[in-house]
Structures are given as C-alpha cells and as structure tokens.
C-alpha cells in the first residue's frame, strides 16, 4: 500500500485534506441541485432536509472552534456581557429549558452569575443588569411630538396637565414620561437648506414649426396568435 503513494505524500497531507474537503462538498452541492429541481416532492424534500443537517453539523463545528478559544482564556479575563446579551441569554435558557448549570456551561460562565442575573431581571433605569435593546412600552415619536408642541404652543401647561388632557384622548402617559418627552430634543422635521440654483440648461424640446418635433406611441394590441404591434406617428401641434 505504500507503494501506491507518491512520493513526499506526507509533506503534502494537509493540502491534499483541505482539496478533498473542497470536492467532497462541490460534489455534494451538485447532487443536491438536481435534487432540488427535481419534480418529484419526496426527492425535493429529501435534499431539503439533507441541507439542513448538513448546516446544523457545520454550525455545531463552529461553535466548537469559538469555544476552543475562549475557553483557553482565564475567567476572570474574558469580556463581559453586555446587559442587552445577558437579556438574550437568559431568554435562550428558558427557549431551551436549560438548568442554571447547563447554561452557564454552554457560555463558560459560573452558577452563581446566572442567578445573580435572575434575581436581578427586574431592575430599571441605565445601569441595569439586565436590559433589553428597546423598552416596550416606548411611546411613538410622533406622541413626543406632540408633547413637545403642547409645551411650546401652552408654556403654561405643566406635566401633569399635559398628561391629563392626553388621557382624555386615550393616550395614558405619566408625569414623568412626560417631563422627559419635554426635556428631549425637540423633533421638528428638518427643513432641506436651498443651495444654489443650477446654472444646467433645460432639456425641454419646443417645437419652432410644423412637423419640427413628433411623437413616437407604441400600442401592443392583443389579439389571436401573439400581439400585434402598432406604430402611431403623431406630430405635435404648432408652438
């Protein structure tokens, strides 16, 4: 068998492994484009799904290299999570039904920060552990408008006076939601600046006499056996 080998082989292995590789899947990817061409629904739905254990097992081989290198980190040197991916995490773990012990495997994290993140889930404000990337109960922009306006068009009316005339219309903000909509900057629609008139000449065609300028209309008109096509000349009045 070693016979059969060229010489130096092993000099070139790693090469050799990444062409096979490389053909293996040209080859792969052929098959499965006639199977999914195929007018046939079970070879179709065959090479679907051979599409997509292929891409999870692809998935699963590079997750394993990130994780290869994350975990030759000490612990107390690797980054932080920031609150809104603590947020995302912690929603992973209860989409999978994960143990506090299971996540904190999967991330290279310790059980005690999991649970601190828990017991911490409910705080407010800036520096919260946990957050999320938008708050949902975020009003519109046009309601900060609005606020806005009734501020600069009444100066008299105060916070709470604003957020009763709005529950009254049925937009239930508080006093509070309401003096920072007044302290935001104002969202007036930003007016494009005039520059320069362009010196370019105009493109209009005016017609000096008869029969100078003409129109070209082109109907398609349906009819049995294909489209018949008709050429409309049609010279423009006299200007």
């Not at 012990?101 to 601190?116: C, D, K, M, P, S």
């Not at 990337?133 to 600069?152: D, G, H, S, Y």
Request: glycine share 6%; net charge positive.
């Amino acid at each position: 068998m070693t016979d059969l080998l060229p010489a130096r082989w092993n000099s070139h292995v790693k090469s050799a492994l990444l062409h096979a590789i490389a053909l293996a899947h040209m080859g792969i990817v052929f098959a499965r484009g006639w199977c999914a061409n195929s007018p046939i629904a079970r070879v179709r739905l065959a090479s679907e799904n051979e599409g997509l254990r292929a891409e999870v097992r692809l998935l699963q081989e590079e997750l394993r290299g990130k994780d290869c290198r994350l975990a030759r980190i000490p612990a107390r040197q690797r980054p932080h999570f920031p609150p809104t991916e603590r947020m995302a995490i912690l929603a992973l773990k209860a989409a999978r039904a994960w143990s506090a012990a299971q996540l904190a495997e999967r991330f290279f994290l310790a059980v005690a920060t999991i649970a601190n993140w828990q017991m911490r889930l409910d705080e407010s404000g800036p520096n919260a552990l946990v957050q999320i990337p938008q708050p949902i109960n975020r009003f519109p922009e046009f309601v900060v408008a609005l606020v806005q306006r009734l501020k600069t068009l009444c100066p008299t009316m105060g916070k709470v006076r604003i957020a009763n005339m709005l529950a009254r219309a049925g937009r239930h903000l508080g006093a509070g939601t309401v003096r920072r909509m007044i302290q935001r900057e104002p969202c007036n629609p930003s007016t494009p600046e005039a520059g320069p008139e362009s010196d370019a000449p105009s493109h209009t065609v005016i017609g000096r006499y008869p029969h100078h300028v003409w129109n070209l209309d082109l109907t398609a008109v349906p009819i049995s056996g294909g489209l018949w096509t008709q050429w409309l000349p049609r010279a423009l009045p006299k200007i």
